[in-house]
């Protein structure tokens, strides 16, 4: 978890804004903010979305954690009731 927080206060930096600025946006506290960036456990996991919404990272891990978007997933697609990953709108 560590380095994901790392990349999380990357994007951070990269876009330009400050913890207090990304915390006030994701309605979350500078401290909540700190302690996601620094990959520490037990941060409620909507305060990490809200901060991924933030940075525009929220469709990336929808994406990512799609199981269809894996050849596991497709190769066992029948067990989820789905056929094909759903397409996201622009």
Same mark, same amino acid.
């Given at each position: 978890?560590?380095?994901?927080?790392?990349?999380?206060?990357?994007?951070?930096?990269?876009?330009?804004?400050?913890?207090?600025?990304?915390?006030?946006?994701?309605?979350?506290?500078?401290?909540?903010?700190?302690?996601?960036?620094?990959?520490?456990?037990?941060?409620? #996991? %909507?305060?990490?979305? $809200?901060? !991924?919404?933030?940075?525009?990272?929220? *469709? /990336?891990?929808?994406?990512?954690?799609?199981?269809?978007?894996?050849? #596991? %997933?497709?190769?066992? $697609?029948? !067990?989820?009731?789905?056929?094909?990953? *759903? /397409?996201?709108?622009?």
């Amino acid at each position: 978890m560590d380095l994901l927080g790392e990349h999380l206060r990357q994007w951070r930096i990269m876009l330009g804004l400050s913890q207090e600025l990304a915390a006030e946006r994701a309605d979350i506290s500078v401290p909540t903010l700190r302690r996601i960036e620094r990959g520490e456990p037990g941060v409620k #996991l %909507g305060s990490f979305l $809200a901060l !991924a919404r933030v940075l525009n990272l929220d *469709k /990336r891990l929808e994406e990512a954690t799609d199981p269809l978007n894996t050849d #596991l %997933g497709r190769m066992r $697609a029948h !067990a989820l009731g789905r056929r094909r990953a *759903k /397409r996201s709108t622009p």
